[in-house]
């Protein structure tokens, strides 16, 4: 959601509040995150973020450029290089490629979000390697998170035109987990019986702008 839309519906359900956009942007909570500052090519999923983590140990950051360097061609979604059927760069040969030079043999260790055997948690695990195996780790993986990208592309491109579009509606449904309720000026022996709620949050966009309506 863009700013202009949150500030257009609290206006619409707090009638009564005289603000200003300005004064409405700087109010934004601590934990609601500006599209400037979060990575446009995400989505917060195990997939992408161990991804972002390898090439993050290879001291490669993970933008918007990252596919046009790895793709041949990258605006085309259903072609032959996103869909991983191009000979030229598919199973990530122009990342090994890129990589050629590079010191296979220095020591390098990686982040990796993983499900714990034992307690089925997810958990962030520390790997040790040389270069040379985490470039083998990031091309193994190639094709799958090329996949997951491509598809969140799609829905990305079609949400966009579904949202201007007259004729059509979206519903958007969404889940906040773990919240910790905590009371006013609580003792300190209350902090062992939080109780935590999830919220599934749903927006309803209908037009643009104007007639949104938000339920939860
Ligand atoms: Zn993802
Ligand atoms: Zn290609």
């Known amino acids: 959601m863009f700013l ?37 090519d995400q989505c917060k999923c195990s997939t992408h973020e161990n991804h972002m983590l390898k090439l993050k140990a290879l001291k490669i950051t993970y933008g918007n450029n990252f596919w046009i360097d790895y793709l041949c061609d990258s605006n085309n979604l259903v072609g032959a290089c996103w869909m991983g059927h191009c000979a030229i760069c598919k199973d990530g040969k122009l990342f090994e490629k890129a990589r050629e030079n590079s010191e296979k043999a220095t020591p390098v260790t990686w982040k990796m979000w993983e499900k714990d055997g034992n307690t089925g948690r997810i958990v962030q695990n520390v790997k040790e390697g040389c270069v040379g195996e985490l470039e083998n780790e990031v091309v193994s993986g ?30 958007q449904i969404d889940s906040a987990m773990a919240y910790s309720c905590e009371y006013q000026n ?4 209350a902090l062992w019986s939080r109780q935590s709620v999830n919220l599934f949050t749903a927006a309803f966009l209908v037009e643009v702008i104007t007639t949104h309506h938000m339920f939860l």
């Open 4 to 40: 202009k839309e949150a500030f257009s519906l609290f206006k619409l359900e707090n009638t009564h509040v005289s603000v200003g956009f300005s004064k409405f942007a700087a109010a934004t909570p601590q934990n609601v995150l500006l599209l400037k500052n979060s990575p446009v």
């Open 186 to 189: 609580e003792v300190q022996s």
């Open 142 to 171: 190639w094709e799958v998170v090329l996949e997951h990208v491509r598809i969140k592309r799609i829905q990305s491109d079609l949400f966009q035109k579904m949202k201007v579009a007259k004729d059509q509606s979206i519903l």
